[in-house]
T-cell receptor
């Protein structure tokens, strides 16, 4: 079982509030990722990090921001939540895999509802 | 940009029937991975294929990587209710990120 944790698991919040979704991993992985996934739909990469002080935007434009001050911690922040941000947010991490591949370990996800 | 498509989007099968999902990339891949996501859960890694034409088996699951390294398939023999979930392929291009496919949601009718 992968050691990657996300809190909170569920969050219902009003429009305009600032929120931070936490993600931590104890595997010492350099690479971490944030995906957005609507129920039953595909995963969209919104942010990733190659290591401490490295952050990049993913394929899907997002109003969220991330930081990577410590290897094990990769929080995602929304400065002003809107109903369009309602979704599931999945955090993942990976190390170098065999032959250049890199298995990603996913956290349990945070289901965000903005009212 | 990079696109990874999967078909079918949905599949309903009677328990005991076989199931196949197909994954197609718009560009050549360095590797392909498969993940399973149970309803309400998170994606879990199943397997990785790296070589052109590679075939790997895990019990009732057979994974193939195309000769041109642009397509892949997952075949499940004699489905069981525990196979229910969404199966995602994810293509790697040698850079650091994976491009996840659109997924195939499998329902198994007992």
């Amino acid at each position: 079982e992968a050691d990657i944790y996300q809190t909170p698991r569920y969050l219902v919040i009003g429009t305009g509030k600032k929120i931070t979704l936490e993600c931590s991993q104890t595997m010492g992985h350099d690479k971490m990722y944030w995906y957005q996934q609507d129920p039953g739909m595909e995963l969209h990469l919104i942010h990733y990090s190659y290591g401490v002080n490295s952050t990049e935007k993913g394929d899907l434009s997002s109003e969220s921001t991330v930081s990577r001050i410590r290897t094990e911690h990769f929080p995602l922040t929304l400065e002003s939540a809107r109903p369009s941000h309602t979704s599931q947010y999945l955090c993942a991490s990976s190390d170098h895999g065999v032959a250049g591949g890199y298995e990603q370990y996913f956290g349990p996800g945070t289901r965000l509802t903005v009212t | 940009g990079q696109q990874v498509m999967q078909i079918p989007q949905y599949q309903h099968v009677q328990e005991g029937e076989d199931f196949t999902t197909y994954c197609n990339s718009s560009t050549t891949l360095s590797n392909i991975q498969w993940y399973k996501q149970r309803p309400g859960g998170h994606p879990v890694f199943l397997i990785q294929l790296v070589k052109s034409g590679e075939v790997k088996k895990q019990k009732r699951l057979t994974f193939q990587f195309g000769e041109a390294k642009k397509n892949s398939s997952l075949h499940i023999t004699a489905t069981q209710t525990t196979d229910v979930g969404t199966y995602f392929c994810a293509g790697g291009t040698g850079a650091n990120n994976l491009f996840f496919g659109t997924g195939t949601r499998l329902t198994v009718i007992p």
